[in-house]
């Protein structure tokens, strides 16, 4: 007797089962016993065009495909990258750069000055008369260096020339492209150039295959310098999912992963053969007043009192919300710069403490006395109530929302804290200068944060008047300031350069545009039992990877081989690449890899379809049938 | 008459495309916050590049008619833009590389669902009152009600991370020192696909098997039931030619309208389990405001229900000439 339904699922189940078999990926090219490091991150790469980038895993990726002219060193110090020396002029205005003999692309071409000369013309170029290159974020590193300048006199020198001294040009991000590669690409086009895979550079490792969730590197064959024991680099994605990747991690997916949160951390900190690193960052979170003053704005003028912000700032109890919101990972914030930032940070002057009896005080001083039911009064005569939002991309703002709202409270103003979605609040706190200010920037006080460069002008240029309605949160406008920036940009010299900083930093904070909350810890953590040889970056207090540039995946050196000397060196540099046995095994394989997602990717939703109606035909025409045969069985 | 069912039916799902394609644009420019605006949150970033931003997306150009008119006549040639988030990639290829991962996912899902659901119902069904009625009723009820993410950390957590048997997350393991060839390969894929895909299945079991049981008990009243009986048929015989293929009818509808989802997924379900599939990508689209992937994968949604509702249709009128008239 026949089984329609049995066949029928059977059918449907076989065609699936064809399915599965014909949309597997090709299998990739791959060579045997290759060493894989795999890191994971909760960004997802948005472009391996270094121009197209907004995100860390996007300059993560970039520093390992290409050398910067200057690289960043373990302590972000200027190292050999592209050039391998340089001497800057007399007169200190031009820098000769040697480019390091006989360096080749990953492909084999030489790599020569005139890859520079081209890179920095398309910078210079596209930034002229007010333009920008790619989404801009690189453009700050020449700009602000006064380069008038760059030509290439033979194939092993670059001479830049600026207007001004500077020393800044050790220190920019720009990667340097190959021209043969990318010779059309030009101002104009470079944010529609993709870079595929596998992309081409003189960096460690270069991209040779690149999904929606994972970008794959492999070694450099031509790579100038000492590479790690890791054959190939897989970089992970968890957008929105911080604790699958936590779940990966802890069942040995993956070997190193970057910001989980702090309750996954402090579980990970006792885990067998990790090390769990809670590391300075070069960020902070801070609560942005709304101040600005000419239309619009916040729902008080009390705001733009420099005094009413400062008093708020005693009643902030800055250590209770590091220990009960981030668990103790952040240190407590006073300026604008960083103490990563070393060289830059200086702690201002009378740092405020949290006393809510000074609030107070500070307060009825300020002239903002209590009204009827104890809520503070403005200068016109408004009760003072507070809106406090915070972006909904990290749930320790909300936390921390609740607690101000507690010690404002306290001090008679009153805050309705909101959560608002990302896009939303960055377009409340961003005036539109095409349109009248009057019911734009509709917010009084916002919790986030920001993340900085090496180079101190990123953090600092965001509170300039000049960045109202592109990146200022605070509409704060002071004209000292603002000339104390151009000052400290055209030092000479750092001494001088660090005297404006640290003025501009003792501003900031007597004027209490941000009240900056904490300095946030960088947290990552990593296994131990295959990978040995981990570097942090700062050496001390720094962590391995998400740092700036790619030297330590360089050290990393094989667990499982390594025989652990008695003095247990942690920068411990593995043997030149092709001269160890366990990279000469491996060296000559790692040619372009066929980037086989791109067609299979295509054809796949096509074969699909075909399937899928194949499939639903099947049922069909099994449906009629059976409907035959049950009405010729009721006709027996 | 036939044609001319088929006619209105399909002109019916020609009109809704065309309304959504509409909505579409509509729907995600009133949401609050601009694409140019998540750029902001770089401090290098300047006036100028907003400016350049805004151009290059087209978001300078009045919102009705320029962008809608654009909109409309890439849309009707196939063009569904560029990515904003995925810095120049054409919308479709962001699209095509998500589909497939999704489609299995949920297109096994549903088929194991179908055939357990269905399988349970029609037993529990059958044997009213019996322990498996019981205590497959009861299951079926608190599965119906769980949301799959719980489902899935449950899973994730028992079968991954406590006994470590599959993989928590994506769908291959990425380069290593892997066997490549094609066995190990599809082993590799099963691996990643065992847990997602039992979370799916167990998520939809309960209401196959509820509708099913609750359709089998009503057929099994009617009167052609009585009269099988009477002619002496035996009952598994009933059930087979004469209960089950009635009993199905309601049934065909839910698997045609779930088959529509299959291409929406749950997004719960690949965030957990971070499968790269349009859940995910829906998620990722939405924090960055990338527009054109979002109205991409609102269109692939809306024609895949569309579509699987005029198929429902269809098949419904085979089966029931009513509904032709």
Redesign the interface.
Known sequence: MR???CDR?AR??AA?GL???A???A????A?????L?VGTVE?L??L?PF???LNVGYEVFTLNYDLLVNFGPNNDPVPGFADSWTQSADQLSWTFHIRDGMKWSDGQPATSADVVYTYNLELNGTKN???VG??????YLKDSFVTGVTAPDPSHVVITTSRPTTKLTHSYIPIVPQHIWKNVTPANV????NNVPVVGTGPYQAV?S????V?LVRNPYYWGKQGAED?I?I?Y????PD??V??F??S?LDYIHSPSAESFNQLKTAKNTVALASEGNGFTQLNYNTYTKGGGASTTALQDPAFRKALGYAIDKPTLIQKVLLGYASPGTTQVPPWETNWHVEPNDVRQFNIDTANSMLDAAGYPRGPNGTRIDRQGKPINLRLYAPNTDPSYAKDAQFIQGWFGQVGIKVSAQVL???????D??LD?TKPAKGQLNYDMVIWG????PDPN??L??LLT?SI???SDSQWSDPQYDQLYVQQNEAANDADRKMYITQMQQIFYDQAPYDILYYDNNLDTYHTDKFAGWQNQPVQGGAPFFQDGSINYTLLTDATKATPAPSASVNAEPTAAGSGGVAASVAPAPAPVPTD??SS??A??LI?GVI?IAA?LVV?IM??R??RA?AA??DE | MGSRYLIRKVVGACLTIFMIVILNFVLFRMMPGSPDRILLRNPNVTADAMAAARIRWGLDKPLIPDQLVDYLESTASGDLGFSFKFHGEPVTDVLAGRIWPTVILFGLGEVLAIIFGLALGAYSGWRRGGPIDYIGNGVSLILYSMPYFVIGILILGVFAIGLHWFPTSGMLTVGGSGDDSFPSQLLDFLGHLALPVTTVAIGLIGQYSILMRSSVIETLGEDYITTARGKGLTSGRILRSHALPNALLPAVTLIAINLGYVIGGAITVEVVFNWPGLGTLTVTALEARDYPVLQGIFLLLSISVVVANLIADLIYGRLDPRVRS
């Open positions: 089984s329609p339904l699922f449907t189940l699936f399915a599965l078999a949309l597997l990926p299998a990739a090219v791959q045997k016993d290759i060493l894989t795999r997802s948005d472009s065009n197209e980038t907004a007010g333009g920008v989404l801009g974020y690189l453009d700050p944010a529609n150039f993709a295959e999904t929606s969730q994972y794959r190939e897989v992970q968890y957008p929105s999912a699958t990747m779940a990966a802890k069942n997916e979605d990302e896009g939303t609040l960055v377009t706190e961003a200068t920001w993340v900085g460069d990123a953090l240029q965001i000049s309605g592109s990146t997602t791109g990717g295509s796949l939703p699909v899928a639903l069909f449906m009629t059976r409907r049950a069985e009721d």
